[in-house]
């Protein structure tokens, strides 16, 4: 028997998710849509994907804002919290996704490279999730989730800022979850691996790099956005009430591989034969 309502969980909440121009980001938004929300889509730079988003939103009957800020101002993030707050309503639901990826060696990361990706990643989430907190305590209601990475637990050349962001924002997911929890509010993570968006096909040098570091996926794929959005509107709908302070991988066991070389083939796409079936 369905419950009431099953189909559309968020339906009469506000939902504010950062960087939600493209990737993971626009895929939760839409997903959250899909089931109820009215949502905040918030971008940085890329307005004219914060566009699409809300165009796809409006379009399939929903109802959402986009909202520009830099979360590595704080007066941005305040703004930010307060137009949501006046134009859509109460905010039930933050998915702090926005981040930024950096390339270099320990050896020749600066200063301020250092610091743009630390502001985006850790110090950018930690104060939009207080400012929005501040509002949730007086409700006493309210959901918190993190977007981390499998490079919080694992490392490759040339990550470290990045691995090093991940993994505070994964202790501060715990921390925060202890801090909130006399408020009812919950705070999760989720740790992607390798999924198919820009900010990861970007890295790649030519088709060949793609293919080797796809072919290190014990599935042998990329994992998608919505494949993603799926555990996000789980994590925050009330079906996950009693999951606090968790991370959740999404990885295709890719973090749980024993190091060596790539499974090739998957053991699943192997035919009879014992030659790697094709698509």
Do not use: W
């Not at 977007?147 to 993994?167: D, F, T």
């Amino acid at each position: 028997m369905n419950t009431p309502g099953a189909e559309r969980p968020f339906e009469n909440r506000v939902v504010l998710v950062t960087g939600a121009s493209r990737g993971i980001g626009q895929a939760a938004a839409l997903a959250f849509a899909a089931q109820g929300a009215a949502l905040a889509v918030h971008y940085r730079s890329n307005g004219s994907g914060a566009i699409a988003t809300v165009g796809a939103i409006e379009k399939a009957g929903g109802s959402a804002l986009p909202v520009r800020a830099d979360l590595c101002d704080l007066k941005d993030s305040e703004n930010l919290i307060e137009t949501v707050e006046n134009k859509l309503g109460p905010i039930h639901v933050l998915v702090n996704n926005a981040g930024l990826s950096l390339r270099r060696t320990f050896l020749d990361t600066t200063p301020q490279e250092f610091d743009e990706l630390l502001g985006i990643n850790l110090r950018g989430p930690y104060f939009l999730s207080q400012m929005a907190a501040r509002h949730m305590t007086a409700r006493k209601q309210g959901c918190i989730l993190f977007i981390s990475s499998i490079l919080a637990r694992l490392a490759i050349p040339q990550r470290s800022a990045y691995c090093a962001a991940k993994g505070a924002l994964e202790s501060l997911t715990r921390a925060l979850a202890i801090d909130l929890l006399p408020y009812h509010i919950r705070v999760n993570a989720i740790a992607p691996g390798l999924v198919r968006t820009d900010m990861l096909l970007d890295s790649f040098e030519d088709a060949a790099e793609e293919a080797r570091v796809r072919g290190y996926v014990p599935s042998g794929r990329f994992g998608e956005p919505e494949e993603l959005a799926r555990v996000i509107t789980f994590l925050a709908s009330d079906a996950a009430s009693y999951i606090n302070g968790a991370l959740i991988p999404v990885d295709s066991a890719l973090g749980i591989l024993e190091a060596g070389p790539p499974l090739n083939p998957p053991p699943h796409s192997a035919n009879s034969a014992g030659t790697p079936a094709t698509a």
